[in-house]
């Protein structure tokens, strides 16, 4: 009998051990804030081709929220929003890159703690000040890596880095092709060296 009893005991035990629940200390979703800078230059260019920028243009500077939800292996799927606010591109007005993002992290440590890497698919909406200018939607994908640092059991610190390619065709919402092959080639450089490498650097909270 008290084999038994010790039987089942075990076996309650283990699965109470597998029926655990994931996350850091059983919170699974976080929201994160970055500011997210851009490493590589990203100039303008003028009417005969010059570059106009200074030092301040090093750096493109965009917030961006993520949302993170913690599932079963250390896994997470997410979701980011960022905006990144740029000035005219030959002969195109200035313009904001609003980019969105869907993917997933693997975690190698007790998640959202510690180094992650993982990825996803980006979609880039330009919007231009002028409104009889150029509307633009570029696709793409995202690699990650970075780590997050838990304080308080609430309070995350967040430093990594972002690796983006955008695909080289754009679709156009409703202006025509005609005679705008040069801009949608200055503007597709722009956002290919804006997303090509990105510093993650965010706090934010583990709630639930």
Not at 134 to 160: H, P, S, T
Not at 189 to 204: H, Q, S, Y
Request: charged share 15%; hydrophobic share 45%.
């Amino acid at each position: 009998m008290k084999r038994y009893i010790i039987l089942l005991a075990a076996l309650t035990l283990s699965i109470g051990a597998s029926a655990q629940v994931s996350g850091y200390m059983g919170r699974r979703f976080s929201i994160m804030a970055d500011a997210s800078p851009s490493i590589l230059y990203n100039p303008n260019i003028d009417d005969f081709g010059f570059i106009k920028g200074n030092l301040m243009s090093l750096l493109t500077i965009g917030p961006s929220l993520t949302l993170d939800y913690v599932l079963p292996d250390n896994t997470s799927i997410m979701a980011r929003a960022s905006v990144h606010r740029h000035d005219s591109v030959w002969k195109v007005s200035p313009y904001t890159n609003y980019t969105f993002m869907l993917g997933a992290r693997k975690y190698t440590n007790l998640a959202p703690l510690g180094t992650y890497y993982g990825g996803g698919l980006v979609m880039n909406y330009l919007k231009f000040d002028e409104p009889n200018d150029l509307k633009k939607i570029l696709w793409g994908a995202d690699f990650e890596f970075g780590r997050n640092y838990i304080f308080f059991d609430y309070l995350i610190l967040n430093i990594g880095v972002r690796y983006g390619a955008t695909l080289a065709k754009p679709i156009d919402l409703g202006f025509g092709r005609q005679k705008v092959d040069l801009k949608h080639q200055h503007i597709n450089r722009a956002v290919w060296l804006d997303n090509l490498m990105l510093l993650e650097i965010g706090i934010g909270l583990l709630p639930f």
